[in-house]
């Protein structure tokens, strides 16, 4: 999806702002809260790189925007926070965390509806303006990379093993494929929604884990039918690997998830005292996989799930193509975000090595 908000441009604080031209503008599409965002921005600030953060549900409420082309010329400017960025100064586009634009509330609903989709289609043609630039990820892939179904026909045409899967709102459907399955099965999101909480009653937002489905819940297969829902198989598990890739650059992180019966079906149920984290050395032909898998799908960046069995399988789940990775970086201290700095900067997949920098402070919940 696609959303328009606030703009911010960061320069380095130690400089200044009057001298400093930096020769390398990147974009950022964003959304408010995004601490990913701050540590970047943080880093390409030390490197000398003018950055734009561009929160995105923020437009056309508080960003302001100016295309002009004809006989006079052309130029498309965005206005953030008082600042005027000339989008021909772009070199890199980071596709970030978007949110959709929001229109103003108080409209009448067909006003309303109308705004929206003037708002929606222009915001869509400026992105569209800036596709001979370097993207992270591309607009398009980025949007079709979020999709499971296609995520798992890709990994399994290019030779992964992937769970026996099914997406249905058919209740007969899940009951047959619960008893091929000998009952061992799991449901999980295809979006990653959180449920919203009541900070004053104590109640915070809560993520819809991976769980096993049960016999018991056989008995209520009817609420399938309100929303398709996607089912696999349970994989059973040596580690969890979180797979980051960066470019032509893969880090793998193994995650011993199976030490704490917290964390076992879902590792996002954090149990860091209890859950190593430990860099991981993939086989030469499974991080080739990794690499091709990004490729096919157009990608740039991707962090990939899987799981080694205890047989040791490599075994697919999925793959987040704005996946989190600042917490990987802190307890493995591989050098993620510097590699994806780096890969902004020089605007190709085939970067050069970083100079050394600090690592992230940044410890994500999210995925």
């Known amino acids: 999806m696609i959303g328009v908000p606030l703009l911010r441009q960061t320069i380095s604080s130690t400089q200044d702002s009057s001298q400093f031209k930096p020769k390398i503008m990147i974009l950022i599409l964003t959304e408010s809260h995004d601490a990913t965002s701050d540590d970047v921005i943080e880093r390409l600030t030390a490197r000398g790189v003018r950055t734009v953060r561009f929160e995105t549900a923020d437009f056309p409420q508080q960003v302001r925007h100016v295309f002009r082309k004809g006989k006079t010329g052309s130029r498309e400017l965005l206005e953030i926070n008082g600042e005027t960025i000339d989008l021909a100064e772009v070199h890199t586009v980071w596709n970030r965390r978007p949110k959709l634009p929001q229109v103003l509330e108080s409209l009448n609903p067909e006003d309303r509806k109308f705004a929206q989709k003037e708002t929606d289609l222009i915001y869509r043609g400026l992105l569209q303006s800036l596709k001979d630039r370097f993207w992270v990820n591309p607009w398009q892939p980025g949007q079709a990379g979020e999709y499971k179904q296609y995520q798992l026909q890709v990994a399994q045409r290019i030779g992964w093993e992937i769970p026996e899967t099914l997406v249905t709102n058919h209740p ?22 959180m449920r919203d909480g009541n900070i004053q009653a104590g109640i915070l937002p809560q993520l819809i884990y991976t769980n096993r489905v049960k016999a018991s819940d056989l008995e209520r297969l009817e609420s399938v039918t309100l929303a398709p829902c996607l089912f696999q198989e349970y994989v059973p598990k040596k580690v969890e690997l979180r797979v980051t890739v960066v470019g032509r650059k893969t880090f793998a992180a193994e995650i011993h998830s199976q ?72 307890l493995t201290g591989m050098p993620i975000g510097d590699n994806l700095v780096q890969m902004m900067i020089e605007g ?15 410890v994500g919940a999210e995925v």
């Not at 008893?179 to 990653?192: A, L």
């Not at 080694?308 to 989190?324: A, H, K, M, S």
């Open 172 to 193: 007969e459907e899940v009951r047959a494929f619960y008893h091929q399955c000998h009952g061992n099965i799991i449901y999980k999101t295809v979006s990653q929604h």
């Open 259 to 330: 030490q704490s019966e917290r964390s076992r079906e879902d590792w996002r149920r954090y149990d860091f005292d209890n859950t190593p984290y430990l860099v991981h050395q993939l086989p030469a032909e499974v991080e080739a996989k990794c690499q091709q898998l990004v490729k096919e799908m157009g990608l740039v960046f991707g962090c990939i799930d899987l799981i080694l069995t205890p047989d040791d399988r490599y075994v697919f789940l999925e793959i987040n193509p704005n996946g989190q990775w600042g917490w990987i970086e802190s």
């Open 348 to 362: 190709t997949p085939n970067y050069t090595d970083p100079p050394m920098m600090a690592k992230s402070a940044v």
